[in-house]
């Protein structure tokens, strides 16, 4: 069975957020069909809860490597 593109989880968090920002340019165009824009919608849900939850889990996985504090990189070392 195959899954739907609508249930299919991306690769990685990048190609997740790459999906999401590509489903919200469609939508900014405003010419979508509606059933087609509720889909897009709900996939887009779909990927930001997926995106958020990486990021909470990373944070979580930070927290762990630095004891519990969370520490400021010094203001040199910004990118």
Do not use: H, N, W
């Not at 899954?3 to 989880?9: C, G, I, V």
């Not at 991306?10 to 190609?15: L, R």
């Not at 919608?41 to 997926?50: D, E, P, S, V």
């Not at 630095?66 to 070392?77: C, I, Q, T």
């Amino acid at each position: 069975m195959v899954k739907s593109k609508q249930t299919e989880q991306p690769e990685s968090f990048e190609k997740a957020v790459a999906e999401l920002e590509s489903i919200v340019t469609a939508m900014e165009r405003d010419d979508l069909p509606l059933e087609q824009a509720l889909s897009s919608y709900q996939r887009g849900i779909t990927l930001l809860r997926q995106c958020q939850g990486t990021l909470t889990a990373a944070e979580q996985k930070i927290k762990m490597l630095e004891d519990g504090k969370l520490v400021d990189l010094p203001a040199g070392d910004a990118a």
